[in-house]
DNA sequence: ACAATAAAAGACAAAAATATCTTTTATTAT
DNA sequence: ATAATAAAAGATATTTTTGTCTTTTATTGT
């Protein structure tokens, strides 16, 4: 198993490709997009709409229309993308799947487990949405293959 | 998402189940079992079949039989399990999705991800199958609930 | 030998995740 | 106004994961 979910991968990789694609305004189109981090075009669009209903992506229909970031929120925390599309189990849960982490009931792994899971939680916490633009333009970083 | 797929939590809680119950000698049944971890017994019964067909643990038919764990196994890292069960990906995958995880072709969250993803590694192949069994015995540890 | 026990195996069922198809709505340009 | 464009919405399909049911096989004790 992946850290993430299909969806969830889909949903960053996406983000990231909007906003390096919109940084400087403009919007891009869902099979621009789908083609850019090579995944299906037509499921792409429903985790858009999703996103876009909750309010972490826009979009325009019509010609010129499409998707973009707004440029304040580019400095969102990527964890809230991860959060909207995964559930914050990444962050809270327990590793065995007990159904509370906690102190007072830990299953064997907890001690250990709860230091990555906080790491990865600052991870996400700290990386923004916007952060990776300029690598991303000049081909530093890949979201496909 | 959680970390390992419920298919892997009943996995790793049975197999720990098995090892301190077994530890002494003699053998446990799968209702035993399943009651032990909270899980569903039928489910978890494919789940042990398969770990047993594996090698990773042992069984014996008929009255007196049930589930053990050879004592040379006890201490076997989990990540043995982890990567019966789930497979590698989650040590060695990207975790955007890339088909290949490299530094020649690194998505942007590569370089962070990777120290956490061998955090986790670290974490699975340094903890065995028996470290707990005494935590477990006298219950300072929790499998279920 | 025979009955009782418990796991193995195979088939089936339900739910969730992933993917596709079709129709509708908003926007733009002519 | 009308046609063209592109996302939104709703419905449907496929695949994978999770869970259950039934029959068979191995083992034990009588
Ligand atoms: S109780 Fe399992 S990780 Fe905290
Ligand atoms: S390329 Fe994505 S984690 Fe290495």
Not at 15 to 33: E, L, M, Q, S
Not at 81 to 94: M, Q, R, T
Request: with cysteine.
């Amino acid at each position: 198993m992946a850290i993430f979910s299909k969806t969830c991968e889909y949903a960053i990789r996406a983000v990231f490709y909007i906003a390096h694609k919109t940084a400087n305004g403009g919007r891009v189109g869902i099979k621009d997009i789908a083609t850019g981090i090579d995944s299906p075009e037509l499921y792409l669009a429903k985790i858009l709409q999703d996103l876009s209903r909750k309010g972490l992506i826009s979009s325009f229909k019509g010609p010129n229309g499409g998707f973009f970031i707004e440029p304040a929120l580019l400095n969102k925390p990527l964890s809230e993308i991860v959060e909207a599309v995964d559930g914050d189990s990444l962050f809270y849960g327990c590793a065995l799947g007990l159904k509370q982490c906690s102190e007072i009931n830990p299953c064997p792994l907890h001690n250990d487990f709860k230091a990555i899971r906080d790491k990865i939680h600052l991870l996400l916490s700290t990386t923004t949405i916007g952060e990776f633009n300029s690598e991303l333009m000049n081909g530093l970083f890949s979201l496909k293959k």
